[in-house]
Nanobody
Framework: QVQLVESGGGLVQTGGSLRLSCAAS????????MGWFRQAPGKDREFVAA???????????DYADSVKGRFTISRDKAKNMVYLQMNSLKPEDTAVYYC???????????????WGQGTQVTVSS
């Protein structure tokens, strides 16, 4: 069983930065791909970024076009943590951000088996 807890959300001005963290528990965490998704009011949950499971020391990452070049996903095997560094934030990045775990690196939200409770990110203009 994998449990996920997000933190690091908050209020930031346009152009600012935030770093989201996701703490994972469960002895099989290292084999899971991890994803970040977001959901704005009245909109569907959308893919933000994902990183592959640790088959070795090389991780593969995938990003939505809307965040490519601004957001960076990373993971720390020793700490069972996944991070989302968000730079050059825009008002349209405002949403609840969710961490999720899955056995494969995919973009489809319904494919993910485990979800955190979410953390609010608000970008003011």
């Amino acid at each position: 069983q994998v449990q996920l807890v997000e933190s690091g959300g908050g209020l930031v001005q346009t152009g600012g930065s935030l770093r989201l963290s996701c703490a994972a528990s469960g002895r099989t965490f290292s084999s899971y791909a991890m994803g970040w998704f977001r959901q704005a009011p009245g909109k569907d949950r959308e893919f933000v970024a994902a990183i592959s499971g640790s088959g070795g020391s090389i991780f593969y990452a995938d990003y939505a076009d809307s965040v490519k070049g601004r957001f960076t996903i990373s993971r720390d095997k020793a700490k069972n943590m996944v991070y989302l560094q968000m730079n050059s934030l825009k008002p349209e990045d405002t949403a609840v951000y969710y961490c999720a775990a899955n056995r494969a690196l995919v973009r489809l939200a319904k494919s993910y088996d485990y979800w955190g409770q979410g953390t609010q990110v608000t970008v003011s203009s």
